[in-house]
């Protein structure tokens, strides 16, 4: 069973790795985030809380975010063992799950603050269907509009400087200490994600023992 937990500043491209870790290994995907947005949609208490922690400009608090990892993993529909994104986010988080939990790794995939900005500004969404694009890496064949759809690509709505500036200075004060903390038990793999989606995967593999595998 192989239990591993990714980390990185948003762009960083957590999801792409994670979900391609789960489908080549048989992994279970656990989005925390997705999580979090399916309780805000169906209007749930929990949904409720989240939203009013993001209205406020705050991280979701240390125990709602506890409550839900521990009832997610509680579930044990990870036969082959799991790849969490998006926890933890904090060193109290971090020291919850130590406390409770045996992983494999946490993989932190490090990326300097001027390629997040780059990214994070080249990315649009159709304002029809959803589809997610980005000027660097997945351009549309007409610009500005939607491959599949035809509709209109627009920014997203929190995708603006002074944002950015928040949820890097949220990462930097707030996550980096949670992951000096993996770093103290050898249990962090470092990768370089500036790179290819391809040869990030590999080079996670690769540190993971699992590129034969």
């Not at 979701?60 to 998006?86: K, P, S, T």
Request: glycine letters at 8%.
């Amino acid at each position: 069973m192989r239990k591993y937990v990714i980390m990185g500043v948003q762009g960083s491209g957590k999801g792409t790795q994670a979900r391609r870790l789960a489908a080549d290994f048989e992994l279970e995907h656990i989005e925390v985030g997705d999580i979090f947005r399916w309780n805000v949609q169906h209007h749930t208490k929990l949904g409720a809380r989240v939203r009013r922690d993001i209205d406020a400009g705050m991280l979701v608090g240390d125990d709602v975010v506890e409550q839900v990892v521990r009832d997610r993993l509680e579930a044990h529909d990870w036969n082959y063992g799991f790849v969490i994104d998006g926890f933890p986010r904090t060193v109290g988080q971090a020291e919850f799950f130590l406390e409770r939990y045996d992983i494999d790794a946490v993989i932190h995939l490090v990326m300097p603050d001027a390629e997040v900005e780059a990214r994070i500004m080249a990315r649009r969404v159709c304002s029809e269907c959803g589809l997610d694009y980005n000027h660097m890496s997945h351009r549309p064949d007409v610009d500005g509009r939607c491959d599949v759809c035809g509709g209109q690509l627009v920014a997203r709505n929190d995708d603006t400087p002074d944002a950015l500036a928040q949820r890097l200075r949220d990462y930097h004060e707030r996550t980096e200490p949670a992951l000096e903390l993996f770093a103290a038990k050898e249990q962090l793999v470092e990768i370089d994600a500036t790179r290819s989606k391809d040869d990030v995967f590999d080079a996670i593999t690769s540190q993971l023992g699992l590129a034969n595998g």
